[in-house]
């Protein structure tokens, strides 16, 4: 039998405890077999997430930081470097875990209010396209995760080889996070349906009983679309809807997206101008 990825591997293992069918050896394999899996997905977010942070940070720079499980890892690497190097930057997180995070690691931690130009915002996604158009809000934090990002003069995108797409919804099939005003729900849920179709659903808290709410003390809804869409228009129609408060369609906001793989390598994507060549970061010159 010819097992693949982690995915098959859990459900064949699932069957077979419910079935009592398989030797306990056979057990041992498939569990070795998924947590092998799951150390080559967390070897390609550090590689992405430290690549990121060597490349664009740099002395007395203002930065985004955004949230997630491959975040962790940049601010990991950020804290090594302001050490070692004694770097002198200024963080502006994009929901309570990440400033948590950086609390936690002894970085200097500031806000909008006090810093509202930012040099480089990093940030993770749960898909990223061909042209850079991102679905982000798998961890509820879209709204505060695109206010930062478009104070930055460079917006860069970390992630695991899993998030790279030619179209989105090609590998994220839990739809398009949308935060909106907790009594709008349902009259939101309806207009999306009705005029762009597929399906929303109000997120519920996976550990906790009721509806995930996020940092602003709103609900999360996952729109799962039915075929392509103009995410430029589409974006906007979703914004207008009395009630939305933001989206997770991030649409012409990232130059460069670095993707980690499996053997530890880097690969990225970046933006073009219009002359075709790359948009420029200037912490890199």
């Not at 306990?24 to 070795?32: D, E, G, Q």
């Not at 550090?46 to 203002?62: C, M």
């Not at 491959?70 to 929901?95: D, G």
Request: hydrophobic share 40%; aromatic share 6%; with cysteine.
């Amino acid at each position: 039998m010819k097992l693949r990825g982690f995915t098959t591997l859990a459900r064949i293992s699932s069957c077979v405890l419910k079935e009592n069918c398989l030797k306990p050896s056979l057990f041992c394999v498939l569990r070795r077999c998924c947590s092998s899996e799951m150390d080559l997905i967390t070897q390609a977010k550090q590689s992405a997430a430290y690549q990121a942070i060597d490349n664009h940070v740099k002395n007395g720079q203002a930065l985004g930081i955004g949230s997630g499980s491959t975040i962790v890892f940049a601010i990991n690497r950020l804290a090594e470097r302001v050490q070692e190097e004694n770097l002198n930057v200024v963080c502006v997180p994009t929901s309570f875990q990440s400033k948590q995070l950086l609390t936690e690691k002894g970085l200097t931690v500031s806000d909008l209010e006090r810093t509202p130009s930012l040099d480089v915002a990093i940030d993770g996604a749960d898909e990223v396209d061909k042209d850079l158009n991102l679905i982000k809000g798998g961890g509820a934090a879209c709204t505060q995760e695109k206010i930062v990002a478009s104070c930055a003069k460079y917006f860069v995108v970390i992630a695991d080889h899993r998030k790279d797409s030619k179209l989105l919804g090609e590998q994220w099939k839990k739809g398009v996070p949308i935060e909106v005003i907790p009594m709008g729900y349902v009259p939101v849920i309806r207009a999306i349906e009705k005029n762009l179709g597929g399906k929303a659903e109000l997120r519920m808290g996976a550990n906790k009983a009721g509806p995930v709410v996020t940092d602003n003390g709103n609900f999360i809804l996952d729109w799962k679309f039915d075929e392509k869409k103009d995410w430029k228009k589409v974006n906007m129609e979703i914004s207008m809807i009395p009630g939305v408060v933001e989206t997770g369609l991030f649409i012409n906001m990232a130059q460069r997206a670095y993707f980690g793989m499996p053997d530890g390598s880097v690969t990225f994507r970046e933006k073009l101008s219009r002359n075709g060549t790359p948009e420029c970061d200037e912490s890199e010159k």
